[in-house]
Every structure is written in structure tokens, then in C-alpha cells.
């Protein structure tokens, strides 16, 4: 199997998974994922404090359904887990349609899905189903049941932490709470851990730490739990929605110019032709608690199609039929070239910066072995050895000079061999 095929295939396998922001659907999904990276687990207690909300009560769910007169289960969950609003308060009896009907919930707009909806915060009990199923449901008597447990227990989330040479580090996340939709987020979710296992292999400069846990608030319980470990975050980026071909979609951090904004932009504009690079909004996944004032870490959102835009959003057509293997592989691309860029990127010094260094006597304009040097190796050359002052990244001389960083990064590494950068900090290479 390529690499698409199998993000894909672990991506099918946690999609039946009926989770929520707390309960054994996520506890399932991490055992999913930790057969492939050594995922730690946490469980975190019913009311504990997290800033200004509180863990909530543990949901369970074991069966629901609606059943005509004739016994017949018009509404199961066991046929999709979106049938039920998520959260939902347990509830057993009979009812005329007439007092059913307040607990449907159904989008007319597009009568043949079958809605998401959650009530995490407000106890109530409901079920989703299609609009045009809604409206054949004959007047009569229907046995209502939800079987579910809604009791003090634990919010539970998944972290691994992949060592590199620093204790400066990249966080990457994904939101672990929704149930049967594949693209938002079981594509999050497979995409990073294919990505954190190869990154567990690799010599890393960076220290990576990925957060699986469930939306809002599970990265807030983080936060409150973590807020000591924040200044190690250099970089950060929250994954959902990758496995469909829309897109690219970037959204900045708060900050605007962090360096992984900078790093994704130059990525994406030279890998798309049109990609969706969007300022920071106080709306969408959980980039708004990274970036909320108390912590504006520079941490941005990566998606394909960009959320709420797309007509499967929150509906059961977001589906595995919806993502593909080669959409997910190229997404998992996408982001690793980011990484890469990042983990390349210094501040170089130039050990020659009085007037410009003599390249032709070095062999640096005119490359033994006959061949030439295109102008912009050329013009490469020359940006970097006039930008080299401690205070420009490879990444700024890349965007003042327009040209690609894996060429800013080959010429830096001709002038250091050359005896004429040093790292910022560092010391001559070969000098
Ligand atoms: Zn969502």
C-alpha cells in the first residue's frame, strides 16, 4: 500500500467509532492509534477547573433508536452513529409524533442528509435524521430510547511527545470528538499519527509533541494543564479536514507573521495554484484557545476545503467515499514539507560582510565539471550573502528574494562550505 492508502485505511478503521468529547468512543479511537506511535493517555476528572470551564460529566452511549407501531426501528443508531444528538441525556418511553418531533432535528436544505448535532453544555436528548425521512413519518405512538450515560468521570485526550535535538517545540493537533465523519476529523487524525511515526524515526532538531484530544475543550484542559510547557511551543498547527481535494486552506495564527504562517504560505503558493490563505479569526477549530490573548501562540490552522464551506460539512455525506487516499497523501505532504522547512531554517552570519565576498575566486559563480548555475542560483548567492546579518531567516531572504527556500537553503550551505556563513549563535562550518 502507498502512503495515501494507508492514512486512508487507518482512517477507515476509527471512522465507526461513535466518539464524543468525553467517553469510551475516544478512549477506543487513542488505543487505535497507539498501535502505531506510543501515545500517553490522559484521563482528566468530571469538574476539575480549566480556566473558566469545567471538565463535564463522561457520555456514554450504548443503543438508541425510534420505533413505529409495528416494532420496526425507523431511526438506529446502529446504522449510523449521527442518528443520535451527540450528548444526549438518557430517555426511555412512548410518545405521540407530536411530542417526538421537537427532538428531530433535520436539515430541509438537504433533505436527504442526515444532520451532526451535539448539545455538550445544555442536557437534552434529540435524534437526526433526514429531512425526507422526517416528513413520511405517519401520526402514531413511538417507542423512544437512548441509552446512554451521562455521570462524573473523565475527559480524556492523547499526547506523544517525539524528542529532537532541542527542547524547542512543534505542536500538532487534532480534534479527536467527532463521531462517523471522515474527513472532520478521522483524516486529522490519521494523517498525524502517520506523520508523528515518521517523525519518531527521524533526527529531529525540533521536539514534537502531537495533542489528540477532543475539540474547545480539550485543548483548553491542555492548556490549563500545560501552561508551564507553553514557551517551548515555537510553531503549532491544528489538522482537520485534509482528505478531501479542496483547498489548500491555511489560516494564520493570531500573530499574522509567525514564521510556520510565512513557512505555509511559501509552501502552498508554490505547490497550488490557488490555495485559501486566510487571516486569523476568532472562529473555527482549536487554533482560537492557542491564540486566545493569554497565550497568542503562534500556532495556524491546515485544512483541504475550508470548514463550513463544503456542502458535506457536518453531515453524513462527510463520509469515507469523501476522502481519498491520494488527497490525504499529498496533505501529509503538504505539512512535512512545512516541518522540513522549519527544522532548515536558521539565521546565518556572514564571516565576510564588508563589501561583497569574492565568489569567482571560491568557485562559487562558475561550478567545476562545466555546467553553469541557473540566475537564480546566482541571484540566490547574492541575497544571502548580503542578507546574512544574524537578523534575516533563510525564510526571510526566500520571500525578500522570491525565490524557493530549498535553493536559499543549497546556496547557504555552498557558502558555509566555502567557509564564509556561520549559524547565528554557531559556529564557521568547514571554515
Ligand atoms: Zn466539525
Known sequence: MDLGERIFALAEEIFPICRSITGDGVRETLRCLKRYIDLQVREVPTGTKVFDWTVPKEWNIRDAFVKNTQGERIIDIGSSNLHVLNYSTPIHGEMPLSDLKPHLFTLPEQPDLIPYRTSYYREAWGFCLSHNQLLQLPEGTYEVCIDSSLEDGHLTYGEFLCPGASEDEILLTAHVCHPSLANDNCSGLA????????LSAKNTRYTYRFLFAP???GAITWLARNEHKVGHIKHGLVVSC???GGGPTYKKSRRGDAPIDRAFCHVLRRIATTPNILDFSPYGYDERQFCSPGFDLPVGLFQRSQFGRFQEYHTSADDLAFIRPQHLASSY???????HMLERDYRPVSANPKCEPQLGRRGLYEPVGGQTHTPDYTMALLWVANLADGRHSLLDMAERADLPFDLIVEVAQAL???GLLTECGGRIING
Do not use: N
Open 191 to 198: 494523517t498525524l499519527t502517520y506523520l508523528a511515526r515518521h
Open 416 to 418: 558555509r562550505t566555502k
Open 242 to 244: 485534509v482528505g478531501d
Open 333 to 339: 505532504r503538504m505539512i512535512a514539507a512545512v516541518l
Open 215 to 217: 475539540g474547545t475543550i
